[in-house]
């Protein structure tokens, strides 16, 4: 079982680029997430999808935008990257709502130049 | 505001010296406490969840255990694969997906 997959797991942009980071997940999960890790910061919620067809934003949502594109794949846009966007991203499902835990993925490190 | 504190931010330990960490919150009605393991360069992984006060649960070498204001991972006789960072979440309401979650203790166990 492959859990949850993000691609790329590294990448480095200059300020003002756009990307999109992947995610997807086998689980057949209903609820999906990004975080970001900062240094003695801990994990800070993004945005979420509880449902297929749903996204709500989180903690620190300004700067992404987020696609559910369908059960499986919850993607993650910078549309114009900032130096404060340097950091681990990390995508995560739960079968429910965060009754059971959260799967992670391995994570994409991202700097900003 | 809702915070979680987790101590000490880093924690060296010797292969069979058992000790604690600590997971401090200041969240109003509280409906979930989760701990999680962190290995360098991956995901957290979900190690268990604790609902009420007074409350416990054990896997393997942990044992976690939850009061109104904070919660322990006791780690015993720890083993050098036991070495990761060690996270701890909250959870406000059963409706609410989202997690709060604490900046982590690094433990190391040394052979």
């Known amino acids: 079982n492959a859990g949850v997959t993000q691609t790329p797991k590294f990448q480095v942009l200059k300020t003002g680029q756009s990307m999109t980071l992947q995610c997807a997940q086998d689980m057949n999960h209903n609820s999906m997430y990004w975080y970001r890790q900062d240094p003695g910061m801990g994990l800070r919620l993004i945005y979420y999808s509880a449902s297929e067809g749903t996204t709500d934003k989180g903690e620190v949502p300004n700067g992404y935008n987020v696609s559910r594109l369908n059960k499986r794949e919850f993607s993650l846009r910078l549309e114009s990257a900032a130096p404060s966007q340097t950091s681990v991203y990390f995508c995560?499902?739960?079968?429910?709502?965060?009754?059971?835990?959260?799967?992670f993925g391995s994570g994409t490190r991202l700097t900003v130049v | 505001e809702d915070q979680v504190t987790q101590s000490p931010e880093a924690l060296r330990l010797q292969e069979g010296e058992s000790s604690s960490l600590n997971c401090s919150y200041t969240v109003s009605g509280l409906r979930g406490l989760f701990w999680y393991r962190q290995d360098p360069g991956k995901g957290p992984e979900f190690l268990l969840t604790?609902?009420?006060a007074g409350e416990e649960k054990e896997k393997e070498r942990l044992k976690a255990t939850l009061t109104k204001k904070e919660s322990f991972l006791h780690i015993t006789a720890p083993k050098p694969e036991d070495s990761a960072t060690y996270l701890c979440?909250?959870?406000?309401?059963?409706?609410?997906?989202?997690?709060?979650f604490g900046a982590g203790t690094t433990v190391t166990v040394r052979a």
């Open positions: 979440a909250v959870r406000k309401t059963f409706h609410d997906y989202k997690l709060s």
């Open positions: 995560a499902s739960s079968e429910g709502g965060g009754n059971y835990g959260y799967t």
């Open positions: 604790l609902y009420s």
